[in-house]
C-alpha cells in the first residue's frame, strides 16, 4: 500500500510564539522575569517554526524561573522522617545522616539539582521534566497544586478514595469551608504551608482517618484549630510553625502516634492539653512562643522517647534535674535561664547525665546565647 508524503510547512512567527509561550506556561496563566522572557524569545526564535521542537524546548525550559521551588534540605529530610521513608527506631542523628545519603544519591542521578541559598544553607531543587514525570507515576494518588495562585481549597474528591498525599502550599488560600473532604479515607500526607488561611471548618479533618502528616506552617491569619484534629489518631507529625496569630491548639492526648509536634512561633500562651500523653513524641520545638506560660509541672518526664527539645526565645524555664532527669534518649536541647543560679544547675545537670547531649543552646538573661556541640 503506497504512503503519500504530505509537506509540513513551518509555523509564522506569531503561531511559533503563541505554541512556544503555551507550553512554556503549561497553559497556565504565569508570570516570568524579565531574564527568562529574553532567554525564551531566543529559544523560540531558534526552533525555525518546527512545531515538535518547539515543544520539547519549551517543556525543557520550564522550571527555569521556579526559584520558589527550592526546598531545605533539612526540611526535605523532615517529610522523609514523617512518612516513614527512613527508619524511625534510629537516633535523630543517625536519621538526617541517612536523610542527606538519599538526596546525595538523588543528586548524584540527576534526579535533584543542589542549590544554596543567600543564607548559606543546602537546597535542593527539581527540574519540570522530572517533577511532571514523577506526578504521572503519581497520578491519580496525589495532588500537587504547589505556587499556582489557588485561592481555594479543590474538591479532594476528585481523586475519590485514592488520594494519598496532597500538597497546596504557597497559595493563596484562606479558608477551608464544610464538606471539602469527604471521600478521603486513604490521605496520609496534606500540606496547606503558606498560604493565607484564616479559617478551616471544623468538621475538615473528620474523615481523614489515615492521616499521618499534616503541615499548616506559615498560615499567619489562622488563630484556632478545629476539634477535629484531636481525632487524627495516626498523625505522626503535626507543623504549626510561623502560625503567627494560632492561639487555640485543641487536646492532643488522643494523638499517641505523633512523633514531631512544632509550635515554634506561634501565639499560645500554654502547651496543649495532654500533651503529656504523647508518649512517643521525639521533636518538641516551641521556639519563639514568646507569651507562652508555665508548663505543667512534670510535663516533660513522661516524655520518655524524646529527642529534640526547643525551648529557645520563650519565657519559660524548666528545672532541669527534676524535668529532664528521665529523658535517657534527649540529643539536642534549646532552653531559656533567667539568672546565673539557673544556668550553673543546668550546667550541672550536663556534666552528670550518662549519655551527653550531642547539642545545646542555652539563652542566658537578656538574650545572648552559648552553644555547644559535639
Same mark, same amino acid.
Given at each position: 500500500?503506497?504512503?503519500?508524503?504530505?509537506?509540513?510547512?513551518?509555523?509564522?512567527?506569531?503561531?511559533?510564539?503563541?505554541?512556544?509561550?503555551?507550553?512554556?506556561?503549561?497553559? %497556565?496563566?504565569?508570570?516570568?522575569?524579565?531574564?527568562?522572557?529574553?532567554?525564551?524569545? $531566543?529559544?523560540?526564535?531558534?526552533?525555525?517554526?518546527?512545531?515538535?521542537?518547539?515543544?520539547?524546548?519549551?517543556?525543557?525550559?520550564?522550571?527555569?524561573?521556579?526559584?520558589?521551588?527550592?526546598?531545605?534540605?533539612?526540611?526535605?529530610?523532615?517529610?522523609?522522617?514523617?512518612?516513614?521513608?527512613?527508619?524511625?527506631?534510629?537516633?535523630?542523628?543517625?536519621?538526617?545522616?541517612?536523610?542527606?545519603?538519599?538526596?546525595?544519591?538523588?543528586?548524584?542521578?540527576?534526579?535533584? %539539582?543542589?542549590?544554596?541559598?543567600?543564607?548559606?544553607?543546602?537546597?535542593?531543587?527539581?527540574?519540570?521534566?522530572?517533577?511532571?514525570?514523577?506526578?504521572?507515576?503519581?497520578?491519580?494518588?496525589?495532588?500537587?497544586?504547589?505556587?499556582?495562585?489557588?485561592?481555594?481549597?479543590?474538591?479532594?474528591?476528585?481523586?475519590?478514595?485514592?488520594?494519598?498525599?496532597?500538597?497546596?502550599?504557597?497559595?493563596?488560600?484562606?479558608?477551608?469551608?464544610?464538606?471539602?473532604?469527604?471521600?478521603?479515607?486513604?490521605?496520609?500526607?496534606?500540606?496547606?504551608?503558606?498560604?493565607?488561611?484564616?479559617?478551616?471548618?471544623? /468538621?475538615?479533618?473528620?474523615?481523614?482517618?489515615?492521616?499521618?502528616?499534616?503541615?499548616?506552617?506559615?498560615?499567619?491569619?489562622?488563630?484556632?484549630?478545629?476539634?477535629?484534629?484531636?481525632?487524627?489518631?495516626?498523625?505522626?507529625?503535626?507543623?504549626?510553625?510561623?502560625?503567627? /496569630?494560632?492561639?487555640?491548639?485543641?487536646?492532643?492526648?488522643?494523638?499517641?502516634?505523633?512523633?514531631?509536634?512544632?509550635?515554634?512561633?506561634?501565639?499560645?500562651?500554654?502547651?496543649?492539653?495532654?500533651?503529656?500523653?504523647?508518649?512517643?513524641?521525639?521533636?518538641?520545638?516551641?521556639?519563639?512562643?514568646?507569651?507562652?506560660?508555665?508548663?505543667?509541672?512534670?510535663?516533660?518526664?513522661?516524655?520518655?522517647?524524646?529527642?529534640?527539645?526547643?525551648?529557645?526565645?520563650?519565657?519559660?524555664?524548666?528545672?532541669?534535674?527534676?524535668?529532664?532527669?528521665?529523658?535517657?534518649?534527649?540529643?539536642?536541647?534549646?532552653?531559656?535561664?533567667?539568672?546565673?543560679?539557673?544556668?550553673?544547675? $543546668?550546667?550541672?545537670?550536663? =556534666?552528670?547525665?550518662?549519655?551527653?547531649?550531642?547539642?545545646?543552646?542555652? =539563652? $542566658?538573661?537578656?538574650?545572648?546565647?552559648?552553644?555547644?556541640?559535639?
Amino acid at each position: 500500500m503506497g504512503c503519500k508524503v504530505f509537506k509540513v510547512e513551518p509555523l509564522c512567527e506569531e503561531e511559533a510564539g503563541n505554541l512556544f509561550w503555551a507550553k512554556l506556561c503549561n497553559e %497556565e496563566d504565569t508570570t516570568l522575569s524579565p531574564e527568562v522572557i529574553e532567554i525564551a524569545k $531566543f529559544v523560540a526564535a531558534k526552533c525555525d517554526g518546527l512545531p515538535l521542537a518547539i515543544i520539547t524546548m519549551a517543556g525543557s525550559m520550564r522550571g527555569v524561573d521556579d526559584i520558589h521551588c527550592k526546598i531545605p534540605r533539612d526540611e526535605l529530610i523532615r517529610y522523609f522522617i514523617a512518612e516513614g521513608l527512613i527508619d524511625r527506631s534510629k537516633s535523630s542523628i543517625r536519621q538526617f545522616d541517612e536523610g542527606h545519603t538519599i538526596l546525595n544519591k538523588l543528586e548524584r542521578s540527576c534526579l535533584l %539539582e543542589h542549590c544554596n541559598n543567600d543564607d548559606g544553607d543546602a537546597y535542593v531543587k527539581m527540574h519540570d521534566l522530572i517533577r511532571d514525570m514523577a506526578l504521572k507515576i503519581t497520578e491519580n494518588r496525589f495532588m500537587v497544586k504547589a505556587g499556582v495562585g489557588l485561592k481555594e481549597i479543590p474538591h479532594l474528591q476528585e481523586c475519590a478514595g485514592n488520594l494519598e498525599k496532597v500538597s497546596l502550599m504557597k497559595n493563596n488560600i484562606q479558608e477551608i469551608p464544610c464538606g471539602w473532604s469527604r471521600g478521603c479515607p486513604s490521605l496520609s500526607t496534606l500540606i496547606l504551608k503558606d498560604n493565607r488561611l484564616k479559617s478551616i471548618a471544623a /468538621s475538615f479533618f473528620k474523615h481523614m482517618h489515615a492521616l499521618q502528616v499534616l503541615d499548616l506552617s506559615g498560615n499567619s491569619g489562622i488563630r484556632v484549630l478545629p476539634n477535629s484534629i484531636s481525632d487524627l489518631v495516626k498523625l505522626t507529625a503535626l507543623l504549626l510553625a510561623h502560625c503567627t /496569630s494560632l492561639t487555640y491548639v485543641p487536646p492532643l492526648g488522643k494523638l499517641r502516634a505523633l512523633e514531631e509536634l512544632d509550635l515554634s512561633f506561634t501565639r499560645i500562651n500554654r502547651v496543649p492539653q495532654r500533651v503529656d500523653m504523647l508518649v512517643n513524641l521525639k521533636n518538641l520545638n516551641m521556639n519563639g512562643t514568646h507569651i507562652l506560660g508555665n508548663i505543667p509541672s512534670r510535663t516533660f518526664t513522661r516524655l520518655s522517647h524524646l529527642q529534640l527539645l526547643r525551648l529557645e526565645c520563650t519565657p519559660v524555664q524548666i528545672r532541669a534535674a527534676e524535668e529532664l532527669e528521665g529523658l535517657t534518649k534527649l540529643e539536642e536541647i534549646d532552653v531559656y535561664l533567667k539568672d546565673v543560679h539557673s544556668f550553673n544547675v $543546668f550546667l550541672k545537670f550536663l =556534666q552528670h547525665r550518662e549519655v551527653p547531649l550531642g547539642k545545646y543552646i542555652l =539563652q $542566658f538573661g537578656g538574650g545572648s546565647l552559648f552553644e555547644y556541640r559535639s
